[in-house]
Nanobody, 121 residues
């Protein structure tokens, strides 16, 4: 069994900051890129940021310079530091990871349960 558990969501005013965490637990042999996605009401789930095993990160244009993704490999945890939040950042944020549970097995895509981020004045 593999679980992804997110935390750190909440409500902030425009210009505020939040830090999301996602801890992976369970039967883990290897975790390939981890990422954060978000889904606003009535919209599809879209990628926000990705970080590879060697620490390379990428962002969508809408958050580049404001959000920072990081990863603690020893703790099987990824973080998303979100600064200068704007109302358009309001969404449910999901953690994603592709995980192999044993050597020579396929990587499986896993999702967290989601955490709500609301930005409003």
């Amino acid at each position: 069994q593999v679980r992804l558990v997110e935390s750190g969501g909440g409500s902030v005013q425009p210009g505020g900051s939040l830090k999301l965490s996602c801890e992976v637990s369970g039967n883990i042999f290897s975790i390939s890129p981890m990422g954060w996605y978000r889904q606003a009401p009535g919209k599809q789930r879209d990628v926000v940021a990705i970080i590879t095993l060697n620490g390379e990160s990428s962002y969508i244009d809408a958050v580049r310079g404001r959000f920072t993704i990081s990863r603690d490999i020893a703790k099987n945890t990824t973080y998303l530091q979100m600064n200068s939040l704007q109302p358009e950042d309001t969404a449910v944020y999901y953690c994603n990871a592709r995980i192999a549970s044993a050597p020579y097995t396929d990587y499986v895509n896993y999702w967290g349960q989601g955490t709500q981020v609301t930005v409003s004045s």
